[in-house]
């Protein structure tokens, strides 16, 4: 079974930046679609970013195109959440996951709902 261990999260300072990493276990990232979560006050399972092998672009929320870039390394079995131009609305609790089996669909990614979380990570934007 795919588990993830998310880390990277801190306090940072409205415009300032921060990477995410999301390293799996119990199975390579082939095949998997990966995407990038937040859990805010506002709202659960917010799908923030995902990506795939299967050749598609990366899926992007409005609320962060152009600032966040999703990334994977294979070789280290990790994704990564590259935050720029953080803004307090960014505040959350950011989490990985993938369905299993694997379907590399980040449109069924960022539809699906999870009824488990790993630890997640912790960003706080505030000045």
């Known amino acids: 079974q795919l588990q993830f261990v998310e880390a990277g999260g801190g306090l940072m300072q409205p415009g300032g930046s921060l990477r995410l990493s999301c390293t799996a276990s119990?199975?390579?990232?082939?095949?998997?679609?990966i995407g990038w979560f937040r859990h805010t006050p506002r709202a659960d399972n917010e799908p923030i970013a995902c990506i795939s092998d299967n050749g598609d672009e990366p899926y992007y929320d409005d609320s962060v195109a152009g600032r966040f870039t999703i990334s994977v390394d294979n070789n280290k079995n990790t994704v990564y959440l590259q935050m720029n131009t953080l803004q307090p609305e960014d505040t959350g609790v950011y989490y990985c996951?993938?369905?299993?089996?694997?379907?590399?669909?980040?449109?069924?990614?960022?539809?699906?709902?999870?009824?488990?979380w790993g630890q997640g990570t912790q960003v706080t934007v505030s000045s």
């Open positions: 996951a993938a369905p299993e089996p694997p379907l590399n669909s980040c449109n069924v990614t960022i539809a699906t709902i999870f009824p488990t």
């Open positions: 119990g199975s390579t990232l082939e095949n998997f679609a």
